[in-house]
T-cell receptor, first 113, second 109 residues
């Protein structure tokens, strides 16, 4: 238990669906991250929020839309996804953006059919 | 471009020692990290090196040589529970983490 929770743990969705992933951290951290993890590939940083402000968007397609209503919650809204978007989506948090240790949630296993 | 290289998979025997290497080429350097990830679970932090040398933490040690762009994670007295993927990551000049693809370590009895 890392103090970062993610729901749902598994999600199967069609290409025309709209769904949202939720992340919550109970650590009092100020920075939160979304990563994509595909088999045998490096973790891909998607979005970074520091003090609720988005600081990074690493050329992520617009079909992924993040939302950070407060420093404890982070959402990833999904719409019109492609099969290649199937992956493990990990949320992480850290005390601040420049602090070294990130705490990860267990991830959401997403399958797009 | 930025690149982190580590072996895809390694096999070792319970009770033995294994060294997992990581080489990197990044835009600047602000520290190197090792994370452990068991199948189906979250990555968990193992170690952090920012200066050259060896950092020891129980059965795990991590070494860094900045001039060579090289690090290794050393695991001693291997246990079956050490079977996992080990992720190397470097923080670049923009404080972004650049990740390797991970090394899957298989421990055999």
């Amino acid at each position: 238990e890392t103090g970062v929770t993610q729901t749902p743990r598994h999600l199967v969705m069609g290409m025309t669906n709209k769904k949202s992933l939720k992340c919550e951290q109970h650590l009092g951290h100020n920075a939160m991250y979304w990563y994509k993890q595909s088999a045998k590939k490096p973790l891909e940083l998607m979005f970074v929020y520091n003090f609720k402000e988005q600081t990074e968007n690493n050329s992520v397609p617009s079909r992924f839309s993040p939302e950070c209503p407060n420093s404890s919650h982070l959402f990833l809204h999904l719409h019109t996804l492609q099969p290649e978007d199937s992956a493990l989506y990990l949320c992480a948090s850290s005390q601040d953006f420049e602090v070294y240790e990130q705490y990860f949630g267990p991830g959401t296993r997403l399958t797009v059919t | 471009g930025q690149n982190i290289d580590q072996p895809t998979e390694m096999t070792a025997t319970e009770g033995a020692i294994v060294q997992i290497n990581c080489t990197y080429q990044t835009s600047g350097f602000n520290g190197l990290f090792w994370y452990q990830q068991h199948a189906g679970e979250a990555p968990t932090f193992l170690s952090y090196n920012v200066l050259d040398g060896l950092e020891e933490k129980g059965r795990f040690s991590s070494f860094l040589s900045r001039s060579k762009g090289y690090s290794y994670l050393l695991l001693k007295e291997l246990q079956m529970k050490d079977s996992a993927s080990y992720l190397c990551a470097v923080r670049d000049s923009n404080y972004q983490l650049i990740w390797g693809a991970g090394t899957k370590l298989i421990i055999k009895p």
